[in-house]
């Protein structure tokens, strides 16, 4: 059974950055697809980034581009999401995924997610 755990969440200033990881076990991930979703407040689940499994092609939301960074290591089996200039508006609880399908749905078991705030 695969089994996702993130970490690296914690409260932050705005403008700060943060280092998030996603320690995966049961399977290995290099042949998936791995993205980031996360859920503010009273709103719902949403994309943030997904990288490719060949070639690590990355594809980020509009809210977040050019201020996060994907990336993985198969070989340890851990997703990462490098999030630098935090604003509030990125305060949720973030979860990693995979393998990811077209329209970049989440196909995997979600994990219990990391808590991320940003203070203003």
């Known amino acids: 059974q695969v089994q ?9 200033q705005a403008g700060g950055s943060l280092r998030l990881s996603c320690a995966i076990s049961g399977r290995s991930i290099e042949y ?3 993205g980031w979703f996360r859920q503010g407040p009273g709103k719902d689940r949403e994309f943030v980034a997904v990288i490719t499994w060949s070639g690590g092609r990355t594809t980020y939301s509009d809210s ?9 290591d198969d070989g340890r089996n851990i997703l990462y ?10 305060t949720a609880m973030y979860y990693c995924n995979g393998p990811i399908g077209s329209d970049y749905q989440p196909l995997g078991s979600w ?3 990391t808590q991320v705030t940003v203070s203003s």
């Not at 996702?4 to 932050?12: D, M």
Request: hydrophobic residues 40%; charged residues 25%; glycine residues 14%.
């Open 4 to 12: 996702l755990t993130e970490s690296g969440g914690r409260l932050v």
């Open 81 to 90: 999401l490098q999030m630098n200039n935090l604003k509030p508006e990125d």
């Open 64 to 72: 977040v581009k050019g201020r996060f960074v994907i990336a993985r």
């Open 111 to 113: 994990g219990q997610g």
């Open 32 to 34: 998936w697809d791995m």
